[in-house]
């Protein structure tokens, strides 16, 4: 019990994921779980009697299972503490709703107060799974939200989305049903993303910038549409990596060197316009190699489009341009 709870404790203030590739006994990559659990047996006498080969094989705390009631349990032990730190104080929610890995809708709920010290507190309360994002399912979603935690809508202040019609609209919008319920929760269109918004309009009514970020989407697109050309993409750049770690250009070691893809950029979301830079910086060569094979080969079409994003992306302008909002972006 010793080892669960201060593991529970040490893996909260780290925040970091549990699970490994193999938790294997001689595996090299066994997880932060099991990693920490390791560290707390060697450095605390009182747990070497409960964990690993001092404990009954039902009670090592390997299994998949009891690693996922213990994220469980920290989750709902967290809430509660944010919960009781809030007391009866008002408060303004932040949401926003998108899909995960498996296509999944999400809705992100974050409140923002003012604690017993006057500072100004924003803590991430939950990812709740809807089934729909409609203005109505969203709000029964928060409605049930509120209720688990004793959450009352009339301590509510203020609300903050991005622009979305289900959102912001004002006739069926989750800021009008939620203003039905409480005239003093005024809503904000979030800053962050009006920002997003002005960097992309400003961004575009510069000719050389917006002929950038036309070439890079092209480029995704015309790469990354074939699973065979996305295929050789990755072994491209995977030759260059173990040869740039032979010549001893590039370090080696955990963590460093992942796979990278060339992912396509969301408007709403600047950082991702980063992201997409950095790929096609880092994995150049393995691209001008790929677009050079499809300039041979498939039809009519793909050979003109890999001809013309060839001859664009070795100009100097496309290049120097890369760099440079790459700089800026950063």
């Known amino acids: 019990m010793i080892a669960t709870i201060d593991s529970i404790q040490f893996l909260l203030k780290q925040g970091l994921a549990f699970r490994g590739?193999?938790?294997?006994?001689?595996?090299?990559?066994?997880?932060?779980?099991?990693?920490?659990?390791?560290?707390?047996?060697?450095?605390?006498?009182?747990?070497?009697?409960v964990t690993f080969d001092n404990a009954p094989r039902n009670l090592q705390m390997t299994s998949n299972e009891i690693q996922k009631d213990i994220v469980s349990c920290g989750a709902v032990e967290t809430t509660n503490i944010i919960i009781k730190e809030m007391g009866d104080v008002l408060f303004s929610i932040v949401i926003?709703?998108?899909?995960?890995?498996?296509?999944?809708e999400q809705m992100v709920v974050v409140l923002h107060y003012v604690d017993k010290s006057g500072y100004v507190?924003?803590?991430?309360?939950?990812?709740?799974?809807?089934?729909?994002?409609?203005?109505?399912?969203?709000?029964?979603?928060?409605?049930?939200l509120f209720s688990i935690h004793g959450l009352s809508m009339s301590r509510l202040r203020g609300q903050r989305y991005d622009g979305a019609s289900n959102m912001q609209g004002e006739f069926n919008g989750l800021k009008t049903?939620?203003?039905?319920?409480?005239?003093?929760?005024?809503?904000?269109?979030?800053?962050?993303h009006q920002f997003q918004l002005a960097l992309i309009s400003m961004a575009k009514k510069h000719e050389d910038v917006n002929s950038l970020f036309n070439l890079v989407a092209m480029l995704v697109n015309v790469v990354g549409a074939s699973a065979k050309h996305h295929a050789i993409l990755q072994e491209k750049h995977a030759?260059?990596?173990?040869?740039?770690?032979?010549?001893?250009?590039?370090?080696?070691?955990?963590?460093?060197?992942?796979?990278?893809t060339l992912k396509r950029s969301v408007d709403t979301r600047w950082g991702s316009?980063?992201?997409?830079?950095?790929s096609i910086i880092t994995m150049f060569p393995s691209i001008v190699d790929v677009l050079e094979i499809m300039s041979n080969e498939g039809n009519f079409e793909q050979r003109f489009?890999?001809?013309?994003?060839?001859?664009?992306?070795?100009?100097?302008?496309?290049?120097?341009?890369?760099?440079?909002?790459k700089k800026i972006l950063g």
Do not use: P, W
Not at 96 to 103: F, G, K, L, P, W
Not at 305 to 324: G, P
């Open 21 to 49: 590739h193999d938790e294997s006994r001689d595996s090299g990559n066994r997880g932060n779980f099991l990693k920490l659990l390791c560290f707390l047996t060697d450095h605390k006498e009182d747990i070497n009697v």
């Open 96 to 104: 926003d709703e998108s899909r995960d890995i498996s296509t999944k």
């Open 121 to 144: 507190v924003e803590r991430f309360i939950v990812i709740e799974h809807v089934t729909s994002t409609t203005s109505i399912s969203l709000k029964e979603v928060l409605d049930k």
């Open 177 to 192: 049903l939620i203003l039905k319920d409480n005239k003093c929760a005024y809503f904000i269109h979030c800053f962050a």
């Open 239 to 260: 030759q260059v990596v173990i040869k740039a770690l032979d010549d001893g250009e590039l370090s080696s070691g955990q963590g460093l060197n992942q796979e990278i």
């Open 273 to 278: 316009h980063y992201g997409t830079l950095l």
């Open 305 to 325: 489009q890999a001809t013309m994003l060839l001859k664009c992306m070795q100009s100097f302008d496309f290049e120097f341009s890369l760099l440079l909002i």
